[in-house]
């Protein structure tokens, strides 16, 4: 059948970047001048405009040639006035048409059209076939695209006009202006057809290489969206929380801080391959936690951080003597030591180990050490430590494995080079968790502790700058290989004198500042500090006289309280009424000479002792009695003194047979207290001897030395403590061994003065010595 074409004389309207079918419904808004009379005409004259787009939407003043000769007549459905002299219409679509001539383009354009209506044509398979096959691949359009309602494909499968189809679908498809332009242009419904199909085949495939490509893309970027969005969420409810969580900020401190440390390469390498690890990981998961917790520890470490020795011996010199009264020879070892430092420099810190008594000082030296060098100070008590990991931590493979406390003291300590106290070194012990001190051999040994691995850390780090020091009250339980290591100094007891001097100096002024009152508001005289010394405790060190003072002054602090005095005067008279009743007898020498009571000198881990030995015989058939908590050793000592008088009976004047008529019973007092050691031989052997011969002991003697079944004495240990033992007993006459003779210098001068020395060889001497001759007997 022939098309109906008819001609029309219309306004034309330039449409930029639009298009427009037929039976489509438009919105657009008209600004330019030329365009808005074009519309003033087309209300004019029943409300009808031409409508043709634009080649190229820039331009702005359009001429005959910028716009398409196909375009659409439509039919203006509203008008409404916008801000700006600008106007929006709704337009419908009625027909195509084609330009014949422009008869006007001022003030705006007229043109004669030809519209185009579409044929009615028969439907043939062929036309059938393209209807279908464009309303399959425009659902397929819809599926890919996701920009069309489902309720457009239901009018779609509703229209059965097929050049009416393509426009409905041309008009909801995306396309460009020059594809629209293709299929306003296709005049034939056949025609139209085609283009239609093809273009929604190239949009549809289009369409999915785009979604395969989104597919790619977003399985790439998910994982990072996603953990883009948790950090976020994360940092949100920590700025809500008023924390500070942002993991990239974490991460760029370690990353600086590392910078800034200038770590050994391969502990740096070692911090670096950590934090990509932690980079890797969720902030949330358990192992991001060990990792953040290994790193700081490694950045928090003095690797570079060391103090500057005070190499000024004047200054150290007076240091020492304000802290502590006494110990010359502590302080000497110290001086020589940074006498040493100036002249070395890259000299190795050597290894202290004060041993003494406990209350002598030996933490508080250590103190005053890293006082006098200008160190920073750390204290490490090895007492009960049983487990190895103590000292070099637990490997990372544990839950909860932390470094060991070497290497937590020197971060506490925030230099390389502290003064480094291992407390207590004496107490350590051992179990199925390893050997501690097996594990100080390391740290302990200035060739070795330059390259310290500690196992949590995994990485090396130098300890040769550390000053270590160590304390001990005995040397006998320290294992041989550790007591190797270090250089022993002897911390032994004070005399009275000293103590007097350090409880005027020292202590007393400590407790009053203690307790809150001016030295004003007390007086002690020096003679109380000694009654307190002599008749209040017995000791070594001075740790309890402190407590004694301590009493005093908190016994004034509420005098002072209640009775609002103003001064407290404490005497020797009224001492009682503060600390109660004497409880020690300062002189313990016996008023006379009596038979079989030896008075000895032992030495105990809290300093030296007098031991009274008592021996008493009996009938009997030669036993012999040991009582009073005797160890295997002074057991051996008393049998071995039984066999030295056995074969020197006719010289000592004593009954050859009385180990076969007489029981022998040897006691030494004080309790339950366990006594043991080889010191006690010579005055359980001459106990005996003047219990069977009958001959007292002079009253003023005390001795210590080990006998043989020659009769021969040997050296002992710990002179010093029993001789300061002796003198606080008011002993004046002291027998030992005369190998240890050369220990009678270490004796404090004015406490030597006191005192007289007999180093004796044999038994002979001893006896000659102890016995008092003149008083002898006939008893046997």
Same mark, same amino acid.
């Given at each position: 059948?022939?098309?109906?074409?008819?001609?029309?004389?219309?306004?034309?309207?330039?449409?930029?970047?639009?298009?427009?079918?037929?039976?489509?419904?438009?919105?657009?808004?008209?600004?330019?001048?030329?365009?808005?009379?074009?519309?003033?005409?087309?209300?004019?004259?029943?409300?009808?405009?031409?409508?043709?787009?634009?080649?190229?939407?820039?331009?702005?003043?359009?001429?005959?040639?910028? +716009?398409?000769?196909?375009?659409?007549?439509?039919?203006?459905?509203?008008?409404?006035?916008?801000?700006?002299?600008?106007?929006?219409?709704?337009?419908?679509?009625?027909?195509?048409?084609?330009?014949?001539?422009?008869?006007?383009?001022?003030?705006?354009?007229?043109?004669?059209?030809?519209?185009?209506?579409?044929?009615?044509?028969?439907?043939?398979?062929?036309?059938?076939?393209?209807?279908?096959?464009?309303?399959?691949? +425009?659902?397929?359009?819809?599926?890919?695209?996701?920009?069309?309602?489902?309720?457009?494909? &239901?009018?779609?499968?509703?229209?059965?006009?097929?050049?009416?189809?393509?426009?409905?679908?041309?008009?909801?498809?995306?396309?460009?202006?020059?594809?629209?332009?293709?299929?306003?242009?296709?005049?034939?419904?056949?025609?139209?057809?085609?283009?239609?199909?093809?273009?929604?085949?190239?949009?549809?495939?289009?369409?999915?290489?785009?979604?395969?490509?989104?597919?790619?893309?977003?399985?790439?970027?998910?994982?990072?969206?996603?953990?883009?969005?948790?950090?976020?969420? &994360?940092?949100?409810?920590?700025?809500?929380?008023?924390?500070?969580?942002?993991?990239?900020?974490?991460?760029?401190?370690?990353?600086?801080?590392?910078?800034?440390?200038?770590?050994?390469?391969?502990?740096?390498?070692?911090?670096?391959?950590?934090?990509?690890?932690?980079?890797?990981?969720?902030?949330?998961?358990?192992?991001?936690?060990?990792?953040?917790?290994?790193?700081?520890?490694?950045?928090?470490?003095?690797?570079?951080?060391?103090?500057?020795?005070?190499?000024?011996?004047?200054?150290?010199?007076?240091?020492?003597?304000?802290?502590?009264?006494?110990?010359?020879?502590?302080?000497?070892?110290?001086?020589?030591?940074?006498?040493?430092?100036?002249?070395?420099?890259?000299?190795?810190?050597?290894?202290?180990?004060?041993?003494?008594?406990?209350?002598?000082?030996?933490?508080?030296?250590?103190?005053?050490?890293?006082?006098?060098?200008?160190?920073?100070? !750390?204290?490490?008590?090895?007492?009960?430590?049983?487990?190895?990991?103590?000292?070099?931590?637990?490997?990372?493979?544990?839950?909860?494995?932390?470094?060991?406390?070497?290497?937590?003291?020197?971060?506490?300590?925030? @230099?390389?080079?502290?003064?480094?106290?291992?407390?207590?070194?004496?107490?350590?012990? @051992?179990?199925?968790?390893?050997?501690?001190?097996?594990?100080?051999?390391?740290?302990?040994?200035?060739?070795?502790?330059?390259?310290?691995?500690?196992?949590?850390?995994?990485?090396?780090?130098?300890?040769?700058?550390?000053l270590f020091i160590t304390t001990a009250n005995s040397l006998g339980t320290i294992p041989r290989p550790l007591l190797d290591r270090m250089e022993v100094i002897e911390v032994?007891?004070?005399?009275?004198?000293?103590?007097?001097?350090?409880?005027?100096?020292?202590?007393?002024?400590?407790?009053?500042?203690?307790?809150? +009152?001016?030295?004003?508001?007390?007086?002690?005289?020096?003679?109380?500090?000694?009654?307190?010394?002599?008749?209040?405790?017995?000791?070594?060190?001075?740790?309890?006289?402190?407590?004694?003072?301590?009493?005093?002054?908190?016994?004034?602090?509420?005098?002072?309280?209640?009775?609002?005095?103003?001064?407290?005067?404490?005497?020797?008279?009224?001492?009682?009424?503060?600390?109660?009743?004497?409880?020690?007898?300062?002189?313990?020498?016996?008023?006379?000479?009596?038979?079989? !009571?030896?008075?000895?000198?032992?030495?105990?881990?809290?300093?030296?002792?007098?031991?009274?030995?008592?021996?008493?015989?009996?009938?009997?058939?030669?036993?012999?009695?040991?009582?009073?908590?005797?160890g295997d050793v002074m057991k051996e000592s008393a049998r071995a003194g039984l066999t030295y008088i056995r074969s020197k009976c006719e010289e000592l004047g004593i009954d050859?047979? +009385?180990?076969?008529?007489?029981?022998?019973?040897?006691?030494?007092?004080?309790?339950?207290?366990?006594?043991?050691?080889?010191?006690?031989?010579?005055?359980?052997?001459?106990?005996?001897?003047?219990?069977?011969?009958?001959?007292?002991?002079?009253?003023?003697?005390?001795?210590?030395?080990?006998?043989?079944?020659?009769?021969?004495?040997?050296?002992?240990?710990?002179?010093?403590?029993?001789?300061?033992?002796?003198?606080?007993?008011?002993?004046?006459?002291?027998?030992?061994?005369?190998?240890?003779?050369?220990?009678?210098?270490?004796?404090?001068?004015?406490?030597?003065?006191?005192?007289?020395?007999?180093?004796?060889?044999?038994?002979?001497?001893?006896?000659?010595?102890?016995?008092?001759?003149?008083?002898?007997?006939?008893?046997?």
């Amino acid at each position: 059948m022939e098309k109906k074409d008819k001609i029309q004389e219309l306004p034309l309207i330039p449409l930029r970047g639009l298009s427009i079918f037929p039976y489509m419904v438009l919105h657009f808004d008209v600004g330019r001048e030329r365009s808005i009379k074009a519309l003033e005409e087309a209300m004019l004259n029943d409300q009808m405009i031409f409508l043709s787009s634009q080649k190229d939407a820039a331009v702005d003043i359009p001429t005959v040639d910028d +716009f398409y000769s196909v375009g659409t007549i439509c039919k203006i459905k509203q008008m409404l006035k916008l801000p700006g002299d600008a106007i929006r219409v709704l337009v419908e679509g009625i027909s195509r048409a084609s330009i014949e001539e422009v008869i006007d383009d001022d003030p705006y354009f007229k043109c004669s059209v030809v519209e185009h209506l579409d044929e009615e044509i028969e439907m043939d398979k062929e036309i059938e076939a393209l209807m279908r096959n464009i309303v399959t691949e +425009f659902e397929n359009y819809i599926e890919a695209s996701n920009r069309i309602s489902p309720e457009v494909f &239901l009018t779609v499968t509703s229209i059965n006009e097929p050049g009416r189809l393509c426009d409905v679908i041309a008009s909801n498809m995306v396309l460009r202006i020059d594809q629209k332009q293709e299929i306003l242009d296709a005049l034939e419904i056949k025609d139209r057809l085609e283009v239609v199909y093809a273009l929604l085949v190239e949009e549809v495939e289009v369409l999915e290489i785009e979604r395969e490509i989104q597919a790619k893309v977003k399985g790439k970027i998910n994982q990072v969206q996603k953990e883009y969005y948790l950090k976020e969420q &994360l940092k949100a409810i920590h700025e809500e929380l008023g924390e500070d969580g942002d993991p990239e900020d974490e991460m760029d401190e370690y990353k600086d801080r590392l910078g800034k440390l200038k770590l050994p390469k391969d502990v740096a390498e070692k911090v670096e391959k950590e934090l990509k690890r932690l980079s890797k990981l969720s902030p949330s998961s358990a192992e991001s936690g060990v990792i953040r917790t290994y790193i700081e520890w490694i950045l928090d470490l003095p690797w570079n951080k060391q103090t500057k020795d005070r190499i000024d011996i004047k200054k150290a010199k007076e240091i020492l003597d304000e802290d502590h009264y006494g110990l010359k020879d502590v302080k000497e070892r110290i001086l020589e030591y940074l006498a040493i430092r100036k002249l070395a420099k890259n000299m190795k810190g050597p290894i202290l180990c004060l041993v003494g008594p406990p209350g002598v000082g030996k933490t508080s030296i250590a103190k005053s050490i890293g006082r006098a060098l200008n160190r920073n100070f !750390v204290r490490m008590s090895l007492g009960g430590v049983r487990d190895e990991a103590e000292i070099r931590g637990h490997r990372r493979t544990y839950i909860g494995a932390i470094p060991g406390r070497i290497m937590s003291s020197i971060k506490e300590s925030k @230099s390389k080079n502290p003064v480094f106290l291992f407390d207590e070194i004496d107490k350590l012990a @051992s179990d199925f968790r390893g050997d501690p001190a097996s594990a100080l051999l390391e740290v302990l040994d200035p060739e070795q502790n330059k390259e310290f691995v500690d196992h949590y850390l995994e990485v090396p780090f130098d300890l040769s700058k550390v000053l270590f020091i160590t304390t001990a009250n005995s040397l006998g339980t320290i294992p041989r290989p550790l007591l190797d290591r270090m250089e022993v100094i002897e911390v032994s007891g004070y005399t009275e004198e000293e103590k007097v001097k350090i409880g005027q100096k020292y202590l007393l002024p400590k407790q009053i500042k203690e307790h809150g +009152f001016k030295k004003t508001n007390l007086e002690v005289s020096e003679a109380v500090i000694r009654d307190v010394i002599n008749y209040y405790t017995r000791e070594s060190g001075v740790r309890n006289l402190e407590r004694q003072l301590g009493t005093l002054c908190r016994k004034t602090a509420r005098r002072i309280v209640e009775k609002d005095a103003k001064k407290v005067r404490i005497t020797t008279s009224n001492l009682k009424n503060y600390l109660g009743n004497k409880k020690y007898r300062y002189d313990l020498i016996k008023e006379d000479h009596e038979v079989g !009571v030896a008075t000895g000198l032992a030495w105990t881990r809290v300093g030296g002792d007098t031991l009274f030995i008592e021996v008493s015989s009996m009938k009997g058939n030669g036993k012999l009695v040991l009582t009073g908590q005797l160890g295997d050793v002074m057991k051996e000592s008393a049998r071995a003194g039984l066999t030295y008088i056995r074969s020197k009976c006719e010289e000592l004047g004593i009954d050859e047979e +009385f180990y076969k008529t007489r029981d022998i019973h040897i006691h030494i007092p004080e309790g339950a207290i366990p006594k043991d050691g080889p010191s006690a031989g010579i005055t359980m052997a001459t106990a005996m001897i003047s219990e069977l011969s009958g001959v007292p002991i002079d009253k003023n003697v005390a001795m210590t030395g080990e006998v043989t079944l020659r009769g021969r004495v040997l050296p002992v240990g710990g002179i010093k403590e029993k001789v300061l033992a002796a003198h606080r007993a008011g002993i004046r006459k002291i027998l030992l061994p005369i190998d240890n003779e050369k220990d009678i210098e270490k004796i404090p001068a004015n406490v030597r003065k006191n005192l007289e020395f007999f180093p004796m060889e044999n038994m002979d001497q001893v006896i000659e010595h102890a016995l008092v001759k003149e008083e002898k007997t006939d008893e046997n």
